[in-house]
């Protein structure tokens, strides 16, 4: 057993499943590969999720109960919690959400493809929409499986679109509400509420954010005025049914030209006189291979395979791949695979609670029998609920976001609670050697040995430095 | 699943913990001033929650988000015939009448842009660059010799309350964290076990550490209530912070996260998320008077927001990046009942870059005040260690009692 098929299954990968690592032994590199050049695993539990098209249909309903939520609560001084617009939308769809997140959950604590699964993870954050936001709620993983799972193995600019055009995106950074000056609804009723007006101009939210987090990051040279010409050419770019178009029968995304600005637009050093939804899709196209966005992407994938601080060698190779290929991301994951960096030292990253609980899923096949409410519960007390990222930016991706005292508490809470469960089903001193072998510190291994119990052990396994680490 | 107090009681409550190295409690400490730092992240639009309603140029900058003047329908608190307090901040308004609440406004951190997490990080590292620094301010403070004089050198000074520790607390000297749960307990036994495993280990050895001796400051504490179904956390966090404060040989720092601040549609009315936070903020900070105790005579709180947002809404009845904002000071060590502002007007030529209210004043101006009067560093310390470069900023004076 080599430190690089420890590291492949468990930096790469999610965490060994049970015969994993002696799969990946032999060559541990080509193991990753085709992972990311082969095809997608196919994940049934997905199937009976829904599309955003059908959650779209079901936003009428649930604005009119919204409405009758702002009348009922008129006269209260202090409403109750639960009778908030958000609140509304999780009573309505709180079931929906437990299933998106067991179904993930699922999915990566049996796929075969696990180093493939950990991109979709990655790619989902980098464009993070979060239900945070009530009318994001119901499309957060809708987002994951339309946006982003088609275009892991793809190209940059292909995910950038999608991700950018999903209605997820959209009303997550509200660009449904970003319209031209003197834009008046037309054919629908305008509202008449002032706490939802009618958008009558623009909106920069999605701009902003699509130069800072998803392409040319903070540092990648706009200026204020390149976000608000921005913010002007994807005008127009929004989600059917919105807030005022109740009637609406075509769910998804739509290119509204009535509420578009029209006009050439100068941006970045480029001037734009495509027209309609062509000049949104032309910026996009050149933000995606902007050698800025390769050295974004580039820092970002080394942060997270790599190490917390991004060793500049690696950096300069994978962004130099992205340049080279245009975004072709098999050859951007390659020139990872190829950093030498990425195999000389061991549990360099710790885990983020979600990448902690589905490697314990992995590791003990009996806790993938959990009940989903339990889990779900669990990651919400480590700090990382699922699809509820705090921020467009996402979830953090270093160690000291992650290793407060009461992180690790709850780590060892969860630690002790599932070895008294499945602590008889596994023998933990084995199954910390065929996951961890070479990279295993002698006092854990002695400390595996010297336990009361196979309970016990399992939770000191799950609970060492070792296995919160990747 | 136990409940936390069921769980303490069947693992014998303090015995499992009497006797443990590490775990001793801060001794009597010579200062008794406490200091809490509030981030409210997302940026608060400080227009709408301290209306400038005298600046002629308001009402009509700010359209139909402009707060109604006092005495208006929703109408502001008035504060000084200039300023007022929005609607909301019904608990905050009786603290500025009994000053121990005082405002602060066109208020910035020395960043300029407009990324919440770029300007969020310079904040909280106390240099003037984002990423200038990968601890944070408050922790620097913590590990003065100045801070160290007056305050025990045993247990956690300093307490973040929540799942993770924010980066202004986050560095080289130990900070406790924690956040409610429903877990039992883990035994003691493991807990020794583990304890030898993490020995080695630099960073979960200190995380460890800490977290035992938050457990121990925190156990008998019933954590059922207020985090289940539709949580309104932050008011749980004053509440513990409170706790935690108010101990007379606790920790003398927390600091709370506050999310949710970004209101890019929709400010207005009832159920926005704008109406939501300021009350849920208002009733932190009441919460906190509450549960501090005796202790709020010795405290001050200090909330403040990453920028302000920008003077004239968007298309979206929200409004979107800014520069300056508002902040406010609470507590019993304030010197309150009043608004601390060199007002900039509203007018498009007053407006930093003809978009946002111009900042006059500098939040370091305000946190090396806090530094010096509550957590005792002195001038070298503060300008050397905890805010390096920033000699051109003066702390505010006369703002503690």
Known sequence: MSIESVIAVNRFGLGAAPGELAAAGTDPRGWLSQQVNGAAPAYPVFNKLATSGEALKAYPRWIASLGQV???????????????????????????????????????????????????????????????????????????????????????????????????????????????????????????????????????NLAREILELHTLGVNGGYTQGDVTEFARVITGWTARPVMFDLEDTSPGFHFDLGRHEPGPRT?????????????????LRDLAVHPATALHIATKLARHFIADSPPPDAVARIARAFRDSGGHLPTVYAALLDCPEAWQQPLAKLKSPIEYVVSCLRAVPALRAAQPQALYAVLRGMGQRPFFAPSPQGWPDTAEAWAGGDALWKRIEWAGIVAARVGSTVDPARLAA????????????????????????????????????R | MTTRRKALRLFGGTAAFIGLPGLAFAAPTASERRLVFMFLRGGMDGLSAVPPYGDPQYAARRGALAVPSPGSAGGAFDLDGHFGLNGNLGEMHKLFAARELAVLHAIASPYRDRSHFDAQNLIENGTAKPFGREFGWLNVALGTSDFARGHASSGAQAFALGQSIPLVLRGPVQVGSWSPTKMPVPDADLLERLAALYRGDPLLGRSFAVAREAQAMMEGRDTGDGMGGQAQPVVELARAAGEVLGKPDGPRVAAIDFGGWDTHISQLGEYSQLTRNLRLLDRSVMTLKTTLGPAWRHTAVLIVTEF?????????????????????????????????????????????????????LDLRALFKAALAAQLGLREAAIETEVFPGSRAVRPLDGLFA
């Open chain 1, 70 to 204: 702002v009348r009922g609560g008129a006269g209260e001084s202090t409403p109750a919690p639960s009778r908030t617009v958000e609140g509304t939308f999780r009573e309505q769809l709180g079931p929906n959400m437990l299933e998106e997140v067991a179904a993930r959950l699922a999915a990566a604590a049996s796929t075969p493809a696990p180093f493939r699964e950990r991109l979709v993870w990655f790619w989902a954050n980098h464009f993070t929409v979060s239900a945070e936001k009530a009318l994001v709620f119901a499309l957060t993983g809708s987002f994951e499986r339309e946006a982003i799972r088609p275009h892991v193995s793809g190209r940059f600019a292909d995910m950038l679109l999608a991700a950018t055009r999903h209605p997820a995106m959209i009303l997550y950074l509200d660009n449904h509400l970003s319209v031209r000056k003197g834009w008046k609804p037309q054919g629908l009723r305008a509202s008449r509420s002032t706490a939802f007006p009618s958008p009558n101009a623009l909106n920069e």
């Open chain 1, 267 to 283: 941006l970045l050093g480029g001037t734009y006189s495509q027209e309609g939804i062509t000049q949104g899709e032309a910026v």
């Open chain 1, 434 to 469: 065929e996951s961890y072998g070479p990279t295993m510190n002698t006092e854990t291994r002695r400390a595996l040995e010297r336990a009361e119990s196979r309970q016990q052990a399992l939770a000191l396994w799950l609970a060492s430095p070792e296995f919160q680490r």
């Open chain 2, 308 to 360: 302000g947002r920008a003077a004239a809404p968007n298309g979206s009845g929200g409004t979107d990046h800014g520069t300056a904002g508002a902040a406010f000071v609470a507590g019993g060590a304030v010197r309150g009942g009043r608004v601390i502002a060199d007002w900039p007007g509203l007018g498009i030529r007053a407006l930093h870059e003809e978009r946002d209210l111009r900042p006059t």
